[in-house]
């Protein structure tokens, strides 16, 4: 039950959603966009998150695209992941897709979501991060189109107002060589104790992690001491331990120092099955 | 706009006209404005799918979606499923005790059914691991899911009214 | 015609198939009201002020109840006041109750109240609370009101003391040639039944007070209720349907309580209360916590000789159950073993946590985890198989229990045959420790188990049997459905003694405290034995009353009849006969004149022979009979990521008779599930300020589908002679040896001994590694 009452208006089209918004913040009600919503639903019930009015971006074609357009792959934010699974047109991006939340709650949540969620973890993003995907934001001041690692810093950084249209990625980058690993708690249920995503790209591996920090994370630190090949595996995974952000999350889900054990070896995983792949 | 909308919502294929809060999920329109109470509260956070309906055609978490999110389009609940033959397996394979996870559960397994035939192990698990059952071990229900794969293409049978069995 | 052990289908079935199946929150809402509990998000504080001004303003709130001196509630202490007063005791604690129009307006209105707390120093585990300088929970527990046989220590953070003294311990320590100390202990963690409680109240001008509520002991509600507020227990009536799961945790009433002081502020209309997840978890009673010592000595080859076992039961910030769950592990305190030497002080210890309801195995699989863990350990320190060491030392008939019953063969069926089966299905002589390569091990671990309940000495059990015109039969019993399908196993004894078929039995499947007879609380497995002997005793009666008109109609002699297949018949020449349809409503001659009347059956059933236990000494007869069983768990565990996986879990158990096959099983592997959860998973995370972290079920998360392990089952039989058909109780046994097989096979393939629960990863690797824990 959310206890507080809200206005819910479904816009047909990009610049109706953003008319909508200004109008129904200049009237004081705090409006949100959403595209599946399923976190106004579980965070309003908490009175974690409050809103007067609701956005609901579905209607609106250009957010729930999933097509090839010459040599990229665009995919819409209102895209619900178990479609983009199902479509399968990124592999590693449907690796990670699977491993959040369960497959029902997957068939409502979507991509943009799960990116742009309050809850950290937002893994749909690691995949993008590796592909160097650029993002499309709709907003006040139109449409524009900006790198995902230029515009994503924790979190997607939007301006009051916009919202994730589509995001486009390389046909090149959904092909090359991944790795992915999510590791619980305990068993097979539940949020990460870490998630790592890897990518092998001219040459190089990339990594992105989640779970580990509040917030999600492509680090080129770490991937240069990865990349240092004149080092051992094991040191070369001791130096990118040294070189993570913080803080490390110490929290129900697990303590710092086991994320950071954790960590070690599933990046040592990594860099063992992506050294010997060519692309 | 308004804090409260006047919906028509597509049940079991049937127009049920409905005024609602906004703010009101799915599962609590059926509950408590449609008195459809099949689909039961669990969690109301999207975690144990006690709530599950089939929402054009995929499963869906009627705590994770709101009601006015429902119109245009089709909802079936636990009510408007008779005689499949999942409801006949789980009766017989004994897949449920206290049944209130029952409802969510037969409309995720029914929607596997529908969508994939031919589901492997895999996909059996990573589809029904969106429910919780606290009283099986969950052998019960995999035997019942897997006995109507089994039989993919077999028409539904209506539920015998047969008590005993060896 | 026997259907006794046939997988008869349960009664409800198809009801719970097609959604058709109401629990307490199904009913319609009409013209009710909404409650909505205020909850603490202190783990311990002083009141300084409730500030409802603005929830007041939101239209269509009725009412908003803060703590007033109410009645103190409490089941054996009365320490715990219905609605926060003055002090908070617990994250969670109820500090006030709006009562609205709507649930929206309800929620919304709570969460503009505003308490003040001032924080107070917490006792964050059992342990903390019997320390010297302990901060008190309660000031001084020995000034409560309080039920006999409970045995508080004044000033103290101690509610609730039982001793064990069997043998003598000097002798016993001499004899022991191995000794081993441990001390084991896991955290509060929840039952998370599907279906979160609600209740429902309604009070009427005249004075009765209507409830409705997912309970396992509707007419405990009646009683405590009437105990409580000082009403007439007759004008208190409680109806319960189906109940969606309890395992022990709706055997508490709580939530009753604020539901009829909700009614008591809005003139007596009906206000409806349903927990959401967060509140069932921690607002409602939830499963114990245990801090445990144990020290274990036997002779070099192998034979029990002493054990001193210190339990500390985490009683939350109210004592309710926890007085009697302190107890039942000391009931039990060991494995099923014999040992002639015990020592055992179980307390209920306040602390600032939520407080315990029981859970599934009533303390059992808590003991067990200790008992269990230390017998591997003593086995590993002598050398000897864990097996063979259970083999040796378990108990049998002729053996004394900790409270020193002398056991037969009805009362105890066979560990060792358990053991035996187990050790052939799990294949133990391959090997308790297989290598599967440099970094992969596969591991068993054994759990031997036994349960009596300690119900009270006085618990009785009733039951109605009435006819339908056609001459089938309707069974009433105060046994609620929680899901263990005892109601459709109490309708195959009646078809039995009957010998008719069950299909001609109709079972009322909800509970009304006014027309239904009494059962005393629907738990600790006693359902099918005292359901059952009391649906026996009415089959007797109907029977006789059948008999007596059927004699007078056919001219012969009583003892000259049988019944079957509906009819009452000449045993000589069963052709001679009546049909029921004939006899049930009374019997009409062709003039027109008839005898008889309406048949109704009334039977009842109480426990003999159980006894008080002795305060000094324990001695005391605590319960019918013991179930007991062997248990194995295997794992295969990734000794690099400390990562594992549940293959098998395997459970012999002695159920005397099975009575429904798949419904055992299912009872069986499900409490299995729920013990392994438990083990391995499931605990409240409680922070520095007795905060519980998780209380949701993204957080605590439950096995789910795709974590379970291959079950393997078998059933052993010697029946309990006092039972229907020798039938044992089956509902709990599954889970009581899960926590400590499992801690058994993780102790091995880690090759570090483990004593904490849950067994995550993350908490291997720091014994492992030697990091705090």
């Given amino acids: 039950m959310i206890p507080f009452e809200f206005e819910y208006i479904k816009p047909n089209t990009l610049e109706e959603a953003v008319t909508l918004y200004e109008r129904l913040d200049s009237e004081g009600k705090e409006p949100v966009y959403i595209s599946g919503g399923t976190e106004i639903i579980t965070l309003g019930r908490l009175n974690v998150l409050y809103t007067g009015a609701v956005i609901d971006l579905k209607s609106i074609p250009e957010c729930h695209v999933m097509t090839r357009e010459n040599d990229r792959l665009v995919l819409g934010g209102c895209c619900p992941l178990t479609e983009v699974e199902n479509a399968n047109p990124f592999p590693l991006l449907t690796s990670a897709s699977k491993e959040v939340a369960d497959h029902t709650a997957r068939t409502k949540i979507t991509l943009g979501g799960n990116i742009c969620a309050n809850i950290f973890y937002r893994e749909a993003v690691l995949p993008f991060l590796l592909a160097e995907s650029t993002v499309t934001i709709m907003g006040p001041d139109g449409k524009k189109t900006l790198p995902i690692n230029d515009l994503f810093d924790q979190t997607l950084q939007l301006n009051k107002g916009e919202f994730l249209v589509h995001i486009t990625t390389d046909i090149s980058s959904t092909k090359a060589p991944f790795f992915h690993m999510k590791r619980r708690k305990q068993w097979t249920t539940g949020y990460p104790l870490i998630t790592v995503s890897g990518m092998k790209k001219d040459g190089d591996i990339r990594i992105a992690i989640s779970g580990l920090c509040p917030f999600p994370f492509r680090s080129e630190r770490i991937e240069s001491c990865i990349n240092d090949r004149f080092n051992s595996v094991e040191e070369r995974v001791s130096s990118a331990l040294q070189q993570l952000p913080g803080p490390i999350l110490n929290d129900t889900e697990g303590s710092d120092q086991f994320r950071i054990f954790t960590l070690k070896n599933i990046l040592s995983d990594l860099v063992k099955t992506l050294e010997g792949v060519d692309h | ?166 | ?773």
Wanted: charged content about 25%; some cysteine.
């Fill in chain 2, 1 to 166: 706009m308004s804090i409260f909308q006047y919906v028509v919502l597509k049940i079991n294929g049937e127009d049920r006209p409905v005024m609602i809060r906004s703010a009101d999920t799915l599962l609590e329109v059926l509950r408590n404005e449609l008195g459809l109470t099949g689909s039961k509260p669990g969690c109301l956070n999207g975690d144990c799918g006690a709530c599950t309906v089939i929402v054009d055609g995929k499963p869906m978490k009627s705590c994770l979606m709101l009601g006015v999110e429902g119109t245009g389009k089709e909802i079936t609940t636990i009510e408007g499923l008779q005689g499949t033959a999942i409801q006949q397996a789980f009766v017989e394979y004994f897949a449920f005790q206290c049944g209130y996870c029952t409802p969510g559960y037969i409309m995720n397994c029914q929607s596997l059914i529908e969508n994939e035939p031919k589901a492997t192990d895999e996909k059996i698990s990573e589809w029904l691991k969106s429910n919780i059952c606290r009283c099986t071990g969950y052998e019960e229900i995999e035997t019942a899911i897997k006995s109507v794969l089994r039989e993919s293409n077999s028409k539904d049978r209506p539920i015998s009214r047969e008590s005993e069995m060896d």
């Fill in chain 3, 1 to 773: 015609m026997t259907n006794i052990g046939k997988s008869v289908i349960r009664k409800e079935a198809l009801d719970k198939v097609t959604g058709r199946a109401k629990y307490t929150a199904d009913f319609p809402s009409g013209e009710m009201l909404h409650g909505k509990s205020v909850i603490s998000h202190y783990g311990h504080g002083t009141i300084k002020s409730i500030d409802v001004m603005e929830a007041k303003k939101e239209p269509g709130v009725r009412a908003i109840i803060t703590g007033k001196q109410y009645p103190l509630t409490g089941e054996e202490i009365r320490d715990r006041p219905p609605i926060a007063f003055e002090k908070i005791r617990f994250h969670g604690e109820v500090v006030a109750l709006v009562v609205a129009d709507t649930p929206a307006i309800a929620k919304r209105a709570a969460s503009l109240i505003n308490v003040v707390v001032d924080p107070l120093p917490v006792v964050n585990s059992p342990s903390e609370g019997v320390s010297k300088d302990a901060p008190l929970v309660h000031d001084n527990v020995a000034e409560y009101e309080r039920e006999e046989g409970v045995h508080p220590v004044p000033k103290t953070n101690i509610a609730n003391h039982t001793k064990i003294r069997k043998g003598d311990m000097a002798s016993g320590w001499a004899k022991s040639e191995i000794v081993i100390e441990e001390n084991f202990s896991f955290p509060p963690s929840d039952h998370i039944p599907m279906e979160t409680r609600s209740a429902t109240a309604e009070i009427r001008p005249d004075g009765k007070v209507l409830i409705t509520t997912s309970s396992q002991a509707p007419f405990m509600v009646k009683e405590l209720l009437s105990q409580y507020f000082d009403l007439e227990v007759g004008k208190i009536i409680v109806k319960t349907p189906l109940v969606g799961g309890g395992y022990g945790g709706k055997a508490s009433v709580q939530q009753e309580i604020l539901a009829y002081l909700g009614s008591l502020a809005v003139e007596g209309r009906t206000v409806r209360m349903i927990n959401e997840r967060e509140e069932d978890m921690i607002t409602s009673p939830c499963h114990m916590g245990l801090d445990a010592k144990v020290k274990l000595g036997c002779t070099a080859d192998g034979y029990l000789q002493a054990t001193e076992l210190t339990y500390l039961v985490d009683s939350g910030a109210y004592s309710d159950k926890a007085i009697h769950l302190s107890r039942a592990c000391a009931v039990d305190c060991t494995g099923p073993y014999f040992i002639e030497n015990i020592w055992c002080d179980s307390y209920a210890v306040y602390t600032n946590h939520p407080y315990p309801a029981p859970y599934r195995g009533f303390s059992h699989a808590e003991v067990h985890f200790v008992f269990e863990r230390a017998m591997d350990i003593l086995a590993r320190k002598l050398n000897m198989d864990p097996l063979e060491l259970r083999y040796k030392n378990a108990i049998k008939p002729g053996h004394t229990t900790p409270t020193q019953v002398k056991l037969n063969r009805s009362t105890v069926g066979d560990v060792p045959m358990c053991i035996e089966k187990v050790k052939q299905l799990s294949r133990w002589e391959e090997g308790q420790l297989i290598e599967l390569n440099e970094r992969t091990v596969r591991a068993k671990g054994l759990a031997c188990v036994w349960k009596n309940s300690t119900i009270p000495p006085e618990s009785s059990s009733g039951a109605i049997i009435t006819f339908n015109e056609d001459g089938t039969m309707n069974l009433m019993s105060g046994v609620v459905e929680i899901g263990t399908a005892t109601k459709t196993v109490l309708a195959q004894i009646l078809a039995e003694r009957f010998r008719m078929s069950v299909n001609d039995i109709y079972v009322k499947m909800t509970v009304d405290t006014q027309s239904t007879p009494e059962h005393w609380k629907t738990v600790a497995s006693r359902g099918t034995l005292m359901g059952g002997r009391a649906v026996l005793a009415a089959a007797e009666d109907a029977i006789r009353q059948i008999k007596e008109v059927a004699s007078c109609v056919m001219k012969v002699r009583t003892d000259d009849l049988e019944i079957g297949n509906r009819r009452v018949f000449l045993r000589e020449d069963p052709k001679e006969g009546l049909d029921f349809r004939d006899v049930v409503y009374g019997y009409t001659f062709p003039e027109g004149n008839a005898i008889g009347g309406q048949i109704i059956g009334r039977g009842n059933y109480i426990l003999r022979n159980i006894t008080y236990l002795d305060p000094e000494t324990g001695a005391g007869n605590p319960g019918p009979e013991w179930a007991v069983g062997a248990q194995v768990v295997e794992v295969e565990f990734d000794r690099r990521d400390y990562t594992y996986k549940i293959i098998k879990a395997i459970s012999v158990l002695d159920v005397g008779r099975v009575l429904n096959y798949k419904g055992a099983l299912g009872q069986v592997t499900g409490a299995m599930s729920m013990g392994l959860g438990f083990g391995g998973r499931e605990s409240f995370v409680i922070d520095d300020k007795a905060r519980v972290l998780n209380p949701q079920l993204r957080t605590y998360r439950p096995v789910h589908f795709g974590e379970h392990p291959e079950y393997i089952v078998e059933f052993i039989e010697t029946p309990h002679i006092d039972s229907p058909f020798g039938a044992r109780g089956v509902g709990e046994q599954g889970l009581l040896g899960m926590p400590a097989a499992l801690g058994n096979s993780l102790s091995l393939a880690a090759g570090v001994e483990l004593h904490h629960l849950p067994l995550l990863p993350e908490s291997i690797w720091r014994k492992k590694e030697g990091l705090n824990t």
